[in-house]
């Protein structure tokens, strides 16, 4: 597969370098775009969630261009009902249907969201976009690739450097139309008919907008950064009895195992298991909440897009890229050793009472 793809990657290039003999790079800015596009095709939902900024911020700038997203996977789920979109694309490994699409929509300039993608870098330069906006990865290891790290030559380059939060670096790419608002806020939104469901299970829960109400998240994509459900569990008991609060379970996919274990842990402590929720669904549900407890994983960030409080406990990964700076009503446990499983009941009780004294206030 590996040595399949440098033969598709040097295919690109050398189709690269013939499309610049005639057309030249991908370096212009224009002075007032109507239509401007953003391409973000990574699977996870946090992943998405991260360029949302990007939009607010394009239309505070151009209120008036038009907004374009391609993506592929859950994207179209998670930016749904954004109002500063104007219109989806989806890929499908369909590359070249695209780029006839991109050609009749006329695009003034494109944003590659995602990081060292030869292949997306190519789809908006064959395309005939003008204006290329990408980055030039600033770390030891260089860029993602060899071809990459040619053809970003062709574009716009911002620096994106490994160790700093990642939202703000995304709205980098929009300096050259002058459209970085430094608002690195993520927004997300969902519709009245999801409101509705999940208000009516709430009902059938009795739980009321007074109640304490806090979600759980064991899961996430990658099972290696799943604090023990057990202790989910444990923890969850104690915010039960210390402060009387409402218990739910979020998740999808492969979330069941740890949810069904934290079930069987919990006893006789009452919880709404809200197991593959619509994404729709799923984001009305941590807008309600007053606190979110979980993995490093999409819903904490689906937290920080409304403004929630959350525990986030963090094992291997790089905290500083992927969440806050700690703050009164957002806590990250981050590991010693890189093991999520060395953060132990204790460590995590003490941050849940930090941020519940502060939800008082």
């Not at 210390?242 to 402590?269: F, H, Q, S, T």
């Not at 406990?313 to 009503?329: A, I, K, M, N």
Request: aromatic share 10%.
């Amino acid at each position: 597969m590996k040595f399949s793809n440098k033969f598709i990657n040097l295919g690109i290039i050398l189709l690269c370098f013939l499309y610049y003999l005639f057309h030249g790079r991908a370096n212009k800015i224009p002075l007032n775009p109507k239509r401007i596009l953003v391409l973000r095709w990574k699977p996870h939902v946090g992943d998405v969630v991260y360029i949302t900024p990007m939009f607010r911020a394009i239309k505070t700038m151009y209120p008036d261009s038009k907004l374009y997203v391609i993506g592929a996977g859950r994207v179209e789920e998670v930016i749904r009902h954004n109002p500063d979109i104007d219109k989806y694309i989806n890929y499908e490994n369909n590359f070249w249907t695209v780029v006839k699409q991109l050609k009749k929509e006329k695009i003034d300039f494109a944003c590659l969201a995602n990081l060292g993608s030869t292949i997306g870098f190519a789809l908006l330069y064959f395309a005939g976009i003008k204006g290329i906006s990408t980055f030039s990865l600033e770390s030891d290891r260089g860029d993602t690739s060899v071809s990459y790290s040619i053809l970003k030559k062709f574009a716009l380059t911002s620096p994106f450097y490994t160790g700093q939060y990642v939202p703000p670096q995304y709205l980098k790419l929009l300096a050259p139309l002058g459209a970085n608002t430094g608002d690195a806020h993520f927004r997300l939104y969902f519709s009245k008919d999801a409101e509705n469901k999940v208000n009516n299970v709430f009902i059938q829960n009795s739980i009321s907008a007074s109640d304490l109400i806090v979600a759980f998240a064991p899961g996430g994509a990658i099972p290696e950064r799943w604090w023990p459900a057990e202790r989910f569990a444990e923890l969850a008991k104690i915010i039960h009895k210390e402060y009387n609060a409402k218990i739910l379970l979020v998740g999808a996919g492969k979330d069941e195992r740890p949810i069904i274990a934290m079930l069987a842990a919990l006893g006789d402590v009452p919880a709404v298991n809200l197991l593959n929720q619509s994404l729709d669904e799923f984001k009305a549900t941590i807008s309600k909440c007053n606190l979110v407890i979980g993995n490093d994983s999409g819903p904490m960030v689906t937290a920080d897009a409304f403004d929630v409080a959350n525990l986030v406990f963090v094992g291997s990964t790089d905290e500083r890229e992927y969440h806050r700076p700690p703050g009164q009503l957002n806590r990250v446990l981050k590991s010693v050793g890189g093991d999520v499983k060395n953060i132990t009941l204790d460590m995590a009780k003490q941050e849940i009472d930090v941020i519940l004294n502060n939800l008082k206030k």
